[in-house]
């Protein structure tokens, strides 16, 4: 093989590996942003499971409240079914 041969595959390897490196590279840029993105949407939807969770809580306790005898009378008042508390 003569020198000018040697030099034109020395040349042809290192822009190959350079290709690679820039194409492994543009990859990993790719999916670093993905991931960012996906961490951002779990944190929107843990935030709302979260809210959902609370609304819940809150609707439970209203449940319990209006299942009083205490709640239902103060229901019945306010609906005009029977008179207000002497």
Do not use: C, H, P
Not at 26 to 36: D, F, R, T
Not at 63 to 69: F, G, I, K, N, T
């Amino acid at each position: 093989m003569n020198q000018q041969k040697r030099n034109r595959l020395i040349a042809a390897g290192t822009v190959a590996i350079v290709l690679l490196l820039i194409v492994l590279v543009a990859i990993m840029v790719y999916q670093l942003v993905v991931i960012v993105n996906l961490n951002n949407r779990k944190q929107e939807l843990q935030d709302k499971i979260d809210g959902y969770n609370q609304s819940i809580n809150d609707y439970e306790s209203q449940l319990d409240y209006y299942e009083s005898y205490d709640g239902l009378f103060n229901l019945a008042i306010e609906y005009d079914i029977i008179g207000k508390k002497s």
